[in-house]
């Protein structure tokens, strides 16, 4: 398609939470817009209603097969509303530990066996870090690949001595947990914890947790990378030089709306602390362009389906108000992707680690953001850095719990009642609403980190985040446009996002080559 | 030459894919190394470029170059009414990618209960099948007659997810050529002809009658909890998960997602039972000798069960 100029490419984007497409307009080699394209509807929530009580935590956890227990999680939470029920401590941290175990494989799957895999494109050959690319994240082969899939499975045994297995469990239940570990169940898994802290100080990060946590500033760590070859050659180090080296920290801005629903409950009298005042690790909260951190009101959430392949409602809902209709035909012009449009106080919002880092205030963050807004780089290095984070406090509480004290308080039947589970899922906000009415699930509406990330337009038509974050983003080779697959899997579009060309115009004139080190 | 495989993800949540990642001893950059087979594309971790990957997809629908063994995660996505506009692929309908990889393929391996029966997929409002059953109905999308291109039905490893050994043990077994006996649902007999009640820790509370009516009481999940271990075929209280345990054994019941009818219309944690005994008994067994048998057993229950002493 051609127009004054104006060039369209579509692009198939694979992914874990459904397929992705997404229609990019680009001028110049330059990026003018963006559309985010859902396409494949499931129907989950339709699927619930009218199903028993509890089906939730069976079925949700297989809306993603990466963050199944972030779903398990918040579908127990919002029957534990509705139920009223008082959770024992031990149930708390058995959740919390299980909930850490899943972010951080997520975190390192994600960023060394899919993100880091971007290094080895084509349009790198003969970059001075290509060979080293190679050598570091080949497909199955290469040598930090071939340690996080080792290493990120065991951290996972976790969820399975907590929990039966990883992933699609069930045993987070309203009211606590169902399994009840002992001593030796609880012993092992702090020495997996130990045994995965040794390895992710040495590999991902180069230096022990304490040394990376005085980190606390942009020049900081360039003094930080500067300090040692063992920072260097880590994969944190690599990936730092990568990011300058091919401009990473140029793209992918986006609105600078950030959301984050907070999580992991710190229990009564924990060792641990959270890093606002507050009953969560990870504190909520909401950050407007550039403004403080507000608290989070759910009641502010709404979902638009002007753009979506969905019944028509004016304005927003509420997702207790939410409507489900699917609806495609042949001659639609408007509509274009099976994701609604959540939006936060009428606004998009990105979520995710930087969000999280950023409303909890990590300083190391909140100075570079101040610098220029976020970026895909400082988004990729907030989640390659999350697991710095948990790792002390799941280790504590790992050694809090108690295998003699309860880990369920009975909930036999659950009430007539309207309850949510909010909780930050490792891709960022994730929400489930639900009304039960006579022991069956009467209402359920999902909002995904991915569908705040990658939401299409709006009912006043804003854009969601990374349409938004792709604006701007220079195309060298509309053939291989790389740079685009950077800045979606810079909001861990769930799994990679295998970028299919779809159609294309003659690309061979008229554009201009982006410049590039 | 290596026998290649090409990886298609459809109306699913990537689980299996998971699943495959947490496969031990050897794990997948071991086996896919090991036992030599050449990973075309697979959507997760491919490096190939959109341009290449294209060209590949038209390579393979060709037949240009011959495709050994295809993979197939989640289930076909009809609806709605037919059309396959649910889910679609270089804007046309995926189910039509599925039907031309399918007519090239050397073998077809349904990874997981979405690809075979249609699993959770099938249970919401988007027509979904699996390839070759809708449920326990033979037929699917392929339709009940379809064979592969070397004379197989689709091999069904169903799971939700799939069991990281089932699926290694099954493509090793693939790429030296060995056909494994399959039952009568096309799903290995080497991994489906075991229940999941079979080695778990529980099997004495089965065997006496001591019932867990609430989470954590630490008897047998059956009766009450809904747990479908003595009806579903798996693997997993042999292999276990993640090398460490299963849901059985963690106080979790089985669900039984490897079963045809997965996830089940009747209320998950809850067994349908008549007068306290469950309407669907384990495989295969008589109701009334089962009934004696159970009345006899729970009388001879040792204190020790009755009083949980063993903790497992």
């Known amino acids: ?517 | 030459m290596r026998p290649n495989l090409y990886w298609l993800q459809c109306g699913g949540c990537s689980g299996d894919t998971m699943s495959m990642l947490n496969a031990d001893s050897p794990n997948i950059a071991e086996a896919t190394n090991s036992i030599g087979l050449d990973v075309l594309f697979h959507p997760s971790f491919s490096t190939l470029t959109p341009a290449r990957h294209l060209r590949l997809l038209d390579e393979l629908v060709g037949g240009a170059l011959p495709l050994d063994i295809l993979c197939v995660e989640g289930s076909v996505i009809t609806g709605p009414n037919g059309t396959g506009m649910f889910e679609t692929f270089a804007g046309r309908p995926k189910k039509d990618l599925i039907a031309e990889l399918a007519a090239q393929a050397g073998l077809i391996v349904a990874v997981g209960t979405c690809a075979a029966f249609g699993g959770v997929t099938r249970a919401g409002d988007v027509g979904g099948l699996g390839l070759q059953f809708a449920g326990k109905d033979a037929g699917g999308f392929l339709g009940p007659d379809f064979l592969s291109r070397e004379g197989s039905p689709v091999i069904n490893l169903p799971g939700c997810p799939v069991h990281p050994q089932v699926l290694i043990g099954t493509l090793s077994a693939l790429v030296v050529g060995k056909r494994l006996k399959l039952n009568e649902r096309n799903a290995p007999l080497e991994y489906y002809n075991m229940l999941v009640h079979q080695g778990c820790t529980r099997n004495e509370y089965h065997e006496y009658q001591i019932e867990e009516t609430d989470f954590g009481q630490m008897g047998c999940l059956f009766f009450h909890m809904g747990c479908h271990g003595p009806l579903a075929h798996g693997p997993c209280n042999k292999f276990l998960w993640n090398n460490r345990s299963c849901k059985t054994r963690s106080g979790i019941p089985c669900f039984g997602c490897t079963e045809p009818d997965f996830p089940q219309d009747t209320p998950f944690f809850e067994t349908p039972n008549i007068v306290g005994l469950p309407i669907n008994l384990p495989d295969g067994v008589d109701r009334p000798h089962y009934l004696a048998y159970k009345g006899m057993a729970a009388a001879a229950a040792p204190e020790r069960l009755k009083h949980r002493q063993p903790k497992v």
Not at chain 1, 41 to 60: H, I, P, Q, S, W
Not at chain 1, 147 to 164: Q, S
Not at chain 1, 488 to 510: E, K, P, Y
């Open chain 1, 1 to 517: 398609m051609t127009e004054n100029g104006k060039k369209t490419i579509d692009l198939a984007l694979n992914r874990v939470e459904g397929d992705l497409e997404l229609k990019i307009e680009h001028e110049d080699g330059v990026v003018t817009n963006a559309w985010s394209k859902g396409i494949m509807y499931r129907g989950f929530e339709n699927m619930l209603k009218g199903r028993g009580a509890r089906d939730g935590l069976v079925l949700t956890p297989r809306v993603c097969g990466i963050c199944g227990t972030a779903h398990l999680l918040t579908a127990a939470k919002a029957l534990d509303m509705i139920s009223g029920v008082h959770l024992p401590t031990n149930a708390m941290l058995v959740r919390n530990v299980a909930m850490m175990a899943e972010h951080i494989q997520s975190d390192l799957r994600h960023g060394i066996l899919m993100f880091m895999q971007d290094c080895l494109n084509p349009a790198y050959v003969g970059l001075p870090l290509y060979e080293e690319a190679i050598h570091r994240y080949q497909t199955f082969k290469g040598r930090s690949v071939v340690r996080t899939i080792r290493m990120t499975k065991k951290i996972l045994e976790i969820v399975a001595i907590l929990g039966g297995q990883w992933p699609n469990s069930s045993f987070i239940v309203p009211g606590g947990v169902a399994s009840v570990p002992t001593f030796n169940d609880i012993v092992n898994c702090t020495y997996i914890i130990n045994n995965f802290t040794t390895w992710y100080e040495e590999q991902i990060l180069g230096c022990p947790l304490d040394r990376w946590q005085q980190v606390r500033s942009e020049q900081e760590l360039q003094a930080w990378l500067d300090e040692s070859d063992s920072h260097r050659d880590s994969d944190l180090g690599f990936f730092i030089r990568f990011a300058r080296l091919v401009d990473l920290h140029r793209l992918g801005r986006g609105h600078g709306n950030f959301l984050s629903f907070g999580q992991l409950e710190l229990p009564e009298g924990s060792a641990v602390h959270g890093h606002r005042d507050g009953a969560l690790l990870l504190s909520p909260g909401f950050i407007g362009q550039g403004q403080a951190a507000t608290d989070c009101d759910q009641e502010l959430v709404t979902e638009h389906v002007t753009y979506s392949h969905f019944v028509d409602y004016p304005g927003g809902l509420h997702p207790f108000d939410g409507q489900t209709q699917p609806y495609v035909s042949p001659y639609e012009i408007i509509k274009y992707s099976f994701c609604k449009a959540p939006r936060y106080d009428g606004r998009p919002a990105e979520t995710g680690p930087l969000a999280q880092m950023l409303i909890s205030g990590h300083p190391l963050f909140t100075d570079m953001i101040a610098g220029g807004g976020p970026n895909a780089y400082i988004r990729e290095l907030a989640r390659l850095t999350r697991p710095a984070e948990l790792l002390p406090a799941m280790k504590i509480w790992a050694g809090e719990i108690d295998p003699e004290a309860p880990f369920y308080q009975s909930v036999r039947e659950i009430p007539d009642g309207r309850g949510y589970g909010l909780i930050d899922a490792s891709r960022g906000a994730l929400g489930h609403w639900v009304e039960i009415s006579r022991q069956k699930i009467a209402h359920y509406q999902i909002i995904t980190p991915t569908a705040w990330n990658g939401s299409p337009r709006d009912h006043d038509g804003v854009r969601g985040p990374w349409e938004e974050a792709l604006i701007g983003t220079p195309i060298a080779d509309p053939d291989n446009p790389v740079e685009i697959g950077h800045v979606i899997r810079s909001f861990d579009a769930c799994q990679v996002c295998a970028v299919h060309l779809l159609t294309t115009d003659d690309h061979t004139a008229g554009h201009s080559r982006c410049l590039r080190v």
